[in-house]
């Protein structure tokens, strides 16, 4: 008489990655306001929104640890768990690089030469389209469980992925300008700035580069 | 005289035990998707409940009743001595109702099914002789046990494969499932009225002819689908939840579905599951009143009732508390996936319960849902569970068997 009909459900992936990749692109839009503050020069604002980016990353993190211990292999789901897993893992990744770059730029308190300031801004934004983008594509994971994996619902979610990967290509094009424009005014800074700020441009980039891993991975779930 | 009375009154005290347990209980398995994914509030299901699990049991349980009551027994054994089979099915009833109240303190997965079946066939090979039992027709039922999740699981894929192709898979799923969802509804309605006319009603005095009852059936469920489909009209989209495909919506759809497919499961549980109460209870009933064994003694509809009674009592008594809960946990069970899985389980207890065959309501809804799964239509199914639910009735039966034989030389010792 007891009733187990109730617990042969495991507790469902799907809403808490969801979530879990609304918390990690919340994270990655911090960076518009916190280059803008370092810009600017406004240290103390800067910092109050490092904090913010440190506790949203905390947060993915844990709601991670949290997916993983309710995902044991007994389970019996319409995707493999380890794709599942690695599309978890390359969402957090998008959060672990926004908390990266925050972290570099703040504590060297890096100044962005104004001369590429606004390619610089320009480039940030278009990596946190990246990441919505990436937000906006998981987020029919619910609706492919729904419609299993096949039909409109998958065409929907590969238009969004291609949208993903436009996106992706126009960040390497902005960062290929970037360089160039930090290369042409280089010689007038310090060479260890410089080598600094060809690292946060590549750390930054890296935040579109996963958010088109996901996109990857959320591709091999619609071919199972 | 007045040791009749004894037996009658503790026999109906027993089986009225089992009946509560199993309104109190099972019946949360039927209508427990229905009340989560709120197509029925949880006064609808309690009362949608108890008017079909009623209907199951007076109308569509009177095979398995008899399986119960004298197909495991080769009751031509107790013709010189009728008072053991009393004996017998009083240990059973209590064996049976032990272990459940044990195992549901717990929290183990066991079937009434296995656990009066087991307690009948431990009593009689053991406390009579080993003769005693039909074994052809426990080979027979034990089979059922395996084919029945199976059977339930094939039905429930093909169900399930078919709503994604013709629904869920389409440009336009709202459209398409406004469209189908009336068949289904048909389906579901006239698959549990037609086996209920064929092998039910003879029961309670009613002969139709095939024809008639083909197209009594055909009647009722094309009603039933008419009246959906005006309610499925009604269905607007919510634009704040939706996303492009209307899945939201597309549910709702299938919520209307839904309130048929639990009231077929909750009749096909009456069906099969009353039994597991009343036919000991009816053994002792026509032997204490009769005196005799006869294998001709036909079944009192009242006795059937009597079951179903109890186990209205127990769902209104307890049924709230464990269909909330229940309902809180299967939620991944949508409308769409629920209704598979309960029309595929329901039609197979249906069956099953035409043919006489006490089933397992629990596992054949496990085997369902499983088949809904291997369709890609839940997300997450968890084997372990699973595999303990299945394995659980190898343990009940010794146990039920064991029990009844320790209840049966202990009222042989005290009965007079």
């Not at chain 1, 306001?33 to 490092?50: L, P």
């Not at chain 2, 569970?385 to 202990?410: D, K, N």
Request: aromatic share 8%; with cysteine.
């Amino acid at each position: 008489m007891a009733n187990l009909l109730a617990n042969i459900f495991g507790s469902s992936p799907v809403m808490p990655l969801e979530k879990h990749v609304d918390i990690a692109y919340r994270c990655t839009r911090e960076l518009v306001g916190f280059f803008e503050a370092a810009i600017a020069g406004n240290w103390d604002q800067a910092k109050s929104i490092r904090d913010t980016i440190e506790e949203l990353e905390h947060e993915a993190d844990d709601l991670k640890k949290k997916i993983r211990l309710h995902l044991p292999k007994s389970l019996f789901m319409p995707v493999p768990r380890e794709d599942l897993l690695e599309l978890l893992l390359v969402q957090d990744k998008m959060a672990n690089r926004a908390k990266d770059v925050s972290g570099l730029v703040l504590g060297r308190k890096m100044r962005i030469p104004p001369e590429i300031a606004v390619r610089f801004l320009e480039f940030v934004q278009r990596c946190v389209d990246a990441a919505k983008q990436a937000r906006k594509s998981v987020r029919e994971l619910d609706e492919l469980f729904t419609a299993g994996f096949r039909g409109a619902e998958v065409s929907l979610v590969s238009s969004m992925i291609e949208e993903l990967d436009r996106i992706e290509t126009d960040t390497d094009d902005l960062q290929a300008e970037l360089r160039a424009a930090l290369y042409a005014v280089e010689s007038s800074l310090q060479p260890v700035n410089v080598m600094f700020l060809y690292r946060i441009i590549e750390l930054t980039g890296e935040i579109a580069d996963m958010a088109e891993r996901v996109g990857r991975r959320l591709e091999l779930l619609l071919s199972h | 005289m007045e040791a009749q009375i004894v037996y009658i009154g503790l026999a109906a005290v027993f089986g009225m035990y089992m009946a509560w347990g199993i309104g109190a209980n099972d019946t949360a398995n039927a209508m427990a998707t229905s009340v989560g994914s709120k197509a029925l509030t949880i006064k609808q299901a309690i009362l949608a409940a108890a008017v079909f699990e009623f209907l199951g049991a007076v109308l569509a349980g009177g095979e398995v009743t008899s399986t119960i009551r004298q197909g495991i027994v080769d009751v031509d054994r107790f013709a010189d001595r009728p008072e053991v089979l009393i004996y017998g099915m009083l240990a059973s009833l209590l064996a049976a109702g032990t272990w459940l109240l044990i195992a549901s303190k717990k929290g183990w997965p066991v079937s009434t099914t296995h656990s009066i079946v087991g307690a009948i066939v431990g009593f009689a090979a053991v406390g009579v002789g080993y003769d005693a039992v039909q074994w052809g027709q426990v080979g027979t039922i034990v089979m059922s046990w395996i084919i029945s999740p199976l059977t339930a699981g094939l039905i429930a894929y093909v169900i399930f494969a078919s709503v994604q192709r013709l629904i869920l898979r389409q440009p336009d799923p709202l459209a398409q499932a406004k469209r189908y969802v009336p068949y289904y509804i048909f389906l579901a309605a006239f698959t549990v009225t037609l086996v209920t006319i064929l092998k039910g009603l003879q029961h309670v005095g009613l002969n139709l002819s095939i024809a008639t009852s083909y197209l009594l059936a055909t009647g009722i469920a094309a009603s039933i689908a008419v009246v959906g489909a005006v309610a499925i009209q009604r269905i607007q989209p919510v634009r704040k939840i939706d996303k492009k495909q209307h899945f939201y919506t597309v549910e709702r759809v299938f919520g209307v579905l839904m309130i048929v497919t639990a009231c077929s499961m909750a009749f096909a549980h009456g069906s099969n599951d009353v039994a597991n109460a009343i036919g000991p209870l009816a053994a002792v009933i026509t032997v204490a009143q009769s005196g005799i064994v006869g294998n001709q003694s036909v079944l009192p509809v009242w006795v059937l009732m009597l079951g179903g009674i109890g186990i209205v009592v127990g769902l209104a008594t307890f049924g709230r508390h464990v269909i909330a809960t229940v309902g809180e946990k299967i939620t991944q069970l949508t409308p769409s996936r629920g209704f598979a899985a309960e029309l595929a389980a329901a039609t197979t207890i249906v069956i099953a319960s035409g043919t006489g065959l006490p089933v397992s309501t629990t596992h054949t809804l496990v085997g369902a849902i499983l088949g809904v799964g291997m369709a890609r239509g839940i997300a997450a199914i968890d084997l372990r569970v699973v595999g303990r639910i299945f394995a659980s009735w190898v343990i009940t039966i010794p146990v039920g068997a064991a029990l009844s034989i320790v209840f049966f030389y202990f009222f042989m010792a005290v009965l007079p």
